[in-house]
């Protein structure tokens, strides 16, 4: 076995490869960016070499710098991780040249299951059922077109070098295909800097579900079953299971035997993932394979009570294979959740900043958490916006799930915005927890999983109000420097006597004051919208507040923090869920002045491109139409119209390179 290995990746990934290696008694070392000086993963290793800029093309891609930084260290062999080096051919015979390992497949085997449309050219030798589709060398627009004709629509335009969903378009009919297949084209090359694609017939309501394999150079290979991952936004995962729901032992061994074939037909060693896509009536087709630990390896190990890691690095060090196919059992299920950094109101946005709050589930018998990230760092625009990956292990499908939305409901995130409330819809509701799963399930329940911004309730007014009285109190008392003394009570506040205040709100475009009465004995009465409430307050050693309202009582956690266009917003967590509100601070006039010319625009989301602008100064737009793509974090965004209004003017052109928070266009 080794006695060091480098990690060349960031993240979630590299912490938890850092995990099993520590448990092996395996030092480790990082490589980092600038962005990433201060990361968990730098934090978590024995050393750790800093290897370039932030952006992953000058650093975590730059596979001569990786190399050195393992001679030098002395590692012997180096954890790709996913993404970045991971499937990358040229970096596996580079280490090689180097006298290092590369923990993953051999270098043929990556370039085999390198392009999806040579990976469908092997697999249809080997017999393994395919997607109706095209995947020739030809690449003209009009033979893509006739292809696509003859396939039939819809039709799936899919990049050849492809993954994490780039590069991917539906097209519903012959007169949107041209434009599908530019976009696609132009994602493709960004991406990949290859434009190749292919094309699928597009599958309606079908299930991904994928085979984990394992293979050694002593000629053994497994599967170590199956993991359903239909829950997905923009053909990207979001939630991961194992064993798949409905899953029949008779289809498991054929699904199973399929990506065993299709291993060994390319000469496999290490851990991979063949993926199938399948209709509603069980048929499966090859679709690709992941040549590299797949993201949401955790649920396998969870139901078989292996860690892939160790296998990988047993495998890397000549060893074999710990365990033969019979010796493999499923036991009980096992769920994980991808915590973005993503706005699923605005079409899955990315959002960055930095994490000025995070509270993440506890780990336990029943609940793993893998993340790259504490509070206090920043979620940058360079790499992807993952969070966390929570994952739940319960004895049944039902069990896991309720788990699950629990866990959900208690995790705390402010600074950016995050799926956490869609993923807690969805693993209680009702149509998933009974088995309905596929591809289509986000897009086809959206009324029910979507928060819809509805008015903020009395509850909210009522938390929001004690989180500001007792602000007040801790300032006064800071300032004093004692709050039982008679300065405490003369500064305006008059915390223990009695007397009323006043905090007003801003909810969407409401303005509410909430009148509070302080009595005596500390308690306070609320004069909410519908009603009167008697409340009291105190803040807990963990910084939480202990509420009492009107008989009932539990904790929120309130975080206050100063928004984009200065304004100061109100963050509640409480009974499971998200709130928020606006101060409406009377002393700060620049606010209203923040607030008013932020709805007057459209700023950039993210640092990006503008690759396609649909307005120009003087269109009318009414609200939701699309006014520019934007292309940012290797992927294009279409901004729409905040609301009805007139262009007044557009302030950049197509292929004009935009800051984070810059003004796009502005309204009349
Ligand atoms: P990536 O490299 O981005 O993982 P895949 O080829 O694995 O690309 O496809 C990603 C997702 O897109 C799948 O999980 C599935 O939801 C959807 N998808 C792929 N092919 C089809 C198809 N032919 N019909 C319907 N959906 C598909
Ligand atoms: P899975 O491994 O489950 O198929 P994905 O395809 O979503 O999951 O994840 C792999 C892809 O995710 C990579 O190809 C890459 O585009 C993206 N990705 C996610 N996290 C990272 C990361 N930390 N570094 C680089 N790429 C990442
Ligand atoms: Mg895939």
């Not at 519903?172 to 991406?191: C, I, S």
Request: charged share 25%; with cysteine.
């Amino acid at each position: 076995m080794f006695s060091k290995i480098l990690i060349a990746n960031r993240g979630e990934i590299a912490c938890r490869v850092i995990k099993t290696a520590q448990r092996l008694g395996i030092k480790t070392v990082a490589v980092y960016s600038d962005a990433d000086a201060g990361a968990r993963h730098v934090a978590l290793a024995d050393e750790a070499v800093h290897i370039g800029p932030s952006a992953a093309r000058e650093s975590y891609l730059v596979a001569d710098r990786i190399i050195a930084a393992a001679k030098r260290t002395g590692a012997q062999a180096i954890h790709p991780g996913y993404g970045f080096l991971s499937e990358n051919a040229g970096f596996a015979e580079a280490c090689a040249r180097a006298g290092v390992v590369f923990i993953g497949p051999p270098p043929a085997a990556i370039r085999a299951m390198g392009s999806k449309s040579e990976a469908k050219k092997i697999m249809e030798k080997a017999r393994v059922p395919l997607v109706p589709g095209y995947h020739g060398d030809d690449q003209t627009p009009e033979l893509l077109a006739k292809e696509a004709d003859r396939i039939g629509f819809p039709v799936l335009i899919k990049a050849a070098a492809g993954g994490g969903g780039k590069g991917m378009r539906v097209v519903e009919g012959a007169g949107k295909f041209a434009d599908a297949l530019a976009g696609a084209k132009r994602e493709a090359k960004a991406a990949f800097a290859d434009d190749h694609v292919l094309i699928e017939k597009y599958l309606m309501r079908p299930r991904h579900i994928e085979i984990q394999v394992f293979a050694d150079t002593h000629g053994n290979c497994v599967h170590l079953f199956e993991r359903d991952c239909s829950i997905q936004r923009r053909h990207q995962k979001v939630i991961e299971e194992a064993p798949a729901p409905d899953m029949d032992p008779d289809r498991r061994r054929a699904m199973g035997e399929a990506a065993v074939a299709a291993a060994r037909a390319i000469g496999y060693v290490g851990a991979g993932t063949v993926e199938f896509i399948a209709d509603q009536d069980g048929t499966f087709y090859f679709m690709e394979m992941n040549t590299r630990l797949q993201v949401e390896h955790p649920v396998t190990e969870a139901i078989t009570g292996q860690d892939l890691v160790e296998w990988q690095l047993l495998v890397a060090a000549g060893g074999k294979l710990p365990l033969a196919q019979e010796k493999l059992h499923i036991d009980g299920h096992a769920v994980e959740v991808r915590l973005y950094a993503e706005d699923p109101a605005r079409n899955f946005l990315p959002s960055t900043g930095t994490l000025m709050h995070l509270r993440l589930p506890a780990e336990g018998p029943h609940v793993r958490v893998d993340t790259g990230v504490r509070e206090g760092d920043t979620v940058t625009p360079y790499y992807d916006p993952m969070i966390a990956k929570v994952i739940v292990h319960d004895r049944d499908r039902t069990s896991a799930l309720r788990r699950m939305a629990a866990l959900m409901g208690e995790t705390e995130v402010v600074g950016v915005v995050t799926n956490a409330a869609l993923l807690k819809a969805l693993c209680a509701h009702p149509a998933f927890v009974g088995g309905e799963v596929d591809t289509g399930f986000i897009e086809r329940h959206r009324a029910e999983l979507f928060d819809l911004p509805a008015p903020a309730d009395d509850r909210t007014f009522a938390i929001a109000t004690l989180a500001r009285l007792v602000e007040w109190q801790e300032t006064a008392a800071t300032d004093s420097g004692d709050p039982h003394s008679p300065w405490a009570l003369q500064n305006g506040f008059r915390l223990l006597g009695e007397g009323h205040d006043e905090v007003r709100w801003k909810d969407g475009d409401r303005e509410v004051a909430i009148r509070a009465h302080r009595h005596r004995d500390g308690g306070i009465g609320l004069d909410l919208l519908d009603t009167t409430l008697e409340a009291r307050v105190q803040r807990a050693d963990d910084g939480r507040l202990a509420i009492w309202l009107g008989g009932e009582t539990f904790t929120a956690a309130v975080v206050r923090r100063q928004a984009n266009d200065g304004g100061i917003d109100y963050s509640l967590f409480a009974d499971g869920r998200l709130r928020r509100l606006r101060l409406v601070d009377p002393l700060d006039v620049t606010q209203y002045e923040a607030v008013a010319a932020g709805e007057a625009s459209v700023r950039s989301p993210l640092p990006g491109k503008i690759i396609d602008l649909r307005v120009k100064a003087g269109d009318t737009v009414s609200k939701g139409q699309p006014l520019l793509v934007l292309e940012a974090m290797k992927m294009e965004h279409t901004l729409a119209a905040p609301a009805d209004g007139t262009v007044k003017s557009v302030r950049y052109g197509v292929g004009e390179q935009v800051a984070e928070g810059a003004e796009l266009i502005e309204f009349e």
